[in-house]
């Protein structure tokens, strides 16, 4: 058998590497090895981890999701905990997982001055945001550990899914904004930022919400 070290793993930006058969003990001294301060992102479930590297455009993106996002919440006055790309991860359930950016709102109170998490103990975030997500290995984790509502940017277009009976199902709004119309209105300034930047993009859409609220 031969034995590779993880620093010999080159992830193109745009790819993903899958591994077989890795068992809770070996992904947690996987992701020791990668440690925190790293671009690539990990999924886990039931024994295959995924390592994946984002493209630029996706970091763009997610950045910018993540402030509209912020935005949103900042209008509607609603308190709330941003745990940005933690690793969530339960060995009873061999899941882990690590969003784009992730939001506690239900259960912000509960997060307030939280520095290490215990899924067994801790609530999972309320919502998450992917960008680009193809991956069966990620959706099932997110699943498995609860996530209400999940958001997925891919090919242009914004997907939101809601946890019902287990199972993630598509919606046409967000539970967390149901008087916007978000996935039509949310990839309308993803593209005007192509041509107006961030701050001009921000500040059109923190616009757009208050004309929303009246």
Request: hydrophobic share 40%; proline share 4%.
């Amino acid at each position: 058998m031969v034995t590779l070290q993880l620093r010999q793993l080159v992830v193109q930006p745009g790819q993903r590497v899958q591994l077989q058969e890795v068992n809770w003990q070996e992904f947690e001294a996987i992701l020791d090895e990668l440690g925190d301060k790293r671009a690539c992102r990990i999924a886990y479930s039931d024994g295959v981890l995924e390592i994946r590297m984002p493209l630029p455009e996706h970091e763009v993106d997610k950045e910018l999701i993540g402030d509209m996002v912020k935005i949103l919440l900042e209008e509607l006055d609603v308190d709330n905990e941003c745990f940005g790309s933690t690793t969530f991860k339960r060995q009873d359930l061999a899941k882990g997982i690590e969003p784009d950016q992730c939001f506690y709102i239900e259960n912000h109170a509960v997060m307030v001055g939280k520095r290490r998490l215990n899924l067994t103990v801790d609530p999972p975030p309320d919502l998450a945001i992917e960008v680009d997500v193809t991956s069966k290995t990620g959706l099932e984790a997110y699943q498995a550990l609860g996530v209400a509502e999940l958001w997925r940017f891919e090919d242009g277009q914004l997907r939101i899914s809601v946890l019902q009976n287990g199972k993630y199902q598509d919606a046409q709004v967000s539970p967390h904004f149901p008087d916007f119309a978000i996935a039509e209105n949310l990839t309308h300034f993803l593209e005007q930022s192509q041509t107006q930047g961030r701050r001009q993009t921000l500040k059109a859409f923190r616009q757009w919400v208050r004309s929303q609220l009246g």
